[in-house]
């Protein structure tokens, strides 16, 4: 079988983390697809802006060995992948990354005895300046194809979009104010005063006051303007 992404199993794989619900669920499916285009192996986390010292992994198949010795040689400090990814734009192959230290050198022939010989990289830089890479190391001794690059972007932009759906928190629910809060609300937010809402619907005027109050509560606001404002920024009420 011809294994690219673009093949029917490999679609199926690659629509099946969508439905996933756990990130455990979403790093198989993940490391499926992968297989499905190559020999590689994948790890996929997050540097930190202003924070040395490497990649926070969110999954990862390269075998404990490597991550161990990685790890304990602080190659991380000095991985010129991890270094480029910080500026760059798009993915790039390892081939890209001149080492030019002896420590960067050791890791580049420490990976080649390991038998990883060539790699692609896919960064996704994040509004807080951090950055999410999707680092596939190859293990034939050949270059990433431009067409597997492409599947491997794809696959990279799929589990990252996943991976956010996933560990997002849920946008809380703005609290639920009753249908006479929110036409006390409505009124004042148009210039009315206390008595003017009373008389308009047909209220006792403290009983205006005790919905406001109550309204001032639920959206946890010092003031009566406070509490038109938010009320509006939540579209609970309109102008």
Known sequence: MNRDLFD???????EAMLNTRTMD???????EAVSLIGDFYCVAGIIKKFQP????????SYPASWTRHYMGSEYGRV???LRRAMTSATGFGWHACDPVKQQEKALVTDMHDFGI??????PIHGPDGSVFLVNFGQLARKMVSPRMQVALTMLAMQYYQQYCRLTTPPEP????????????LSWVANGRTTVEVADRLMLNENTVKFHLKNAQRKLDCTNRMT?????????LIVI
């Open 117 to 122: 010989h060539d790699g692609f990289v896919i």
């Open 173 to 184: 629910q703005p609290p639920a104010l009753t249908q006479r809060e929110c036409e006390c």
């Open 227 to 235: 509490t038109v404002l938010k009320a509006i920024s939540l579209g």
């Open 8 to 14: 029917g199993m490999a679609m199926d794989t690659l």
């Open 79 to 81: 991985d010129p992948v």
């Open 53 to 60: 010292g490497g990649l926070r992994p969110t999954t990862s």
């Open 25 to 31: 669920e979403l790093a198989a499916r993940f490391h």
